[in-house]
């Protein structure tokens, strides 16, 4: 795999979680109607302060133990696939949930928790991620998956690669969207946003249907 390919992958992959309306992006649009593009900049840097030390910690752990990770590679893609295609199909009904009134309902949910106006953008952005089970359960499935992939490039250089791939895209959904909802406007009853958000989800299941058949031949050979 080059470097290339092994975007193209983290990107897809990491797609659906970035474009998902949980609790992160509702939290986004009711900061971005007040502080445009620069609060979701905010949102994404405290969800940076979660995400990187988990990300260091799994390739630590890969890393410190290189025989786990050479013995168990098919074990770990296979495990990677079955995450990717379960979070397909939760992301596809959560997708189908948040439609019409559930934006509001979910908003109020979230404002009435963490006080939205009175609390900073960092702190929400970090503890809307770190308290989010389907966050922790990507990165122990399917991110760990690309974590193992980009040991390729090299233990530091691969991390490093597979995080900018990743992690621009939180900076650049968020800011946009942020900047939408601040001039009015609703991402979630755009017919684009719905194309692109369920092409996603079905390029993603077909991904994961990909290493698990992979990975299952491995283990059988």
């Not at 502080?35 to 940076?48: D, E, F, P, R």
């Not at 098919?74 to 979070?87: C, E, K, N, Q, Y």
């Amino acid at each position: 795999m080059n470097i290339p390919e092994f975007a193209a992958q983290v990107i897809l992959i990491s797609a659906s979680g970035v474009l998902s309306p949980g609790p992160l992006f509702f939290a986004n649009l009711l900061y971005g109607s007040k502080g445009a593009a620069m609060s979701g900049v905010k949102l994404a840097y405290g969800h940076t302060t979660v995400e990187l030390p988990i990300v260091i910690l799994l390739a630590v752990g890969l890393f410190s133990y290189p025989a786990f990770a050479d013995r168990y590679a098919s074990v770990i893609g296979l495990v990677g696939g079955a995450g990717i295609i379960g979070f397909a199909i939760l992301q596809g009904v959560s997708f189908a949930q948040s439609k019409g009134g559930a934006e509001i309902t979910a908003s109020g949910k979230l404002g009435s928790l963490l006080r939205y106006r009175k609390s900073s953008p960092v702190f929400v952005g970090a503890a809307l991620s770190a308290l989010n089970p389907f966050f922790l359960t990507w990165w122990f499935t399917a991110g760990l998956k690309l974590i193992l992939d980009s040991f390729a490039f090299g233990v530091v250089t691969g991390i490093a690669l597979l995080f900018v791939f990743h992690i621009w895209m939180d900076y650049a959904w968020l800011a946009s969207t942020a900047h939408l909802a601040s001039k009015g406007k609703s991402v979630l009853k755009s017919r684009y946003y719905m194309l692109i958000y369920y092409g996603v989800i079905v390029a993603l299941a077909c991904y994961g249907v990909y290493f698990v058949i992979n990975s299952a031949g491995m283990i059988i050979q």
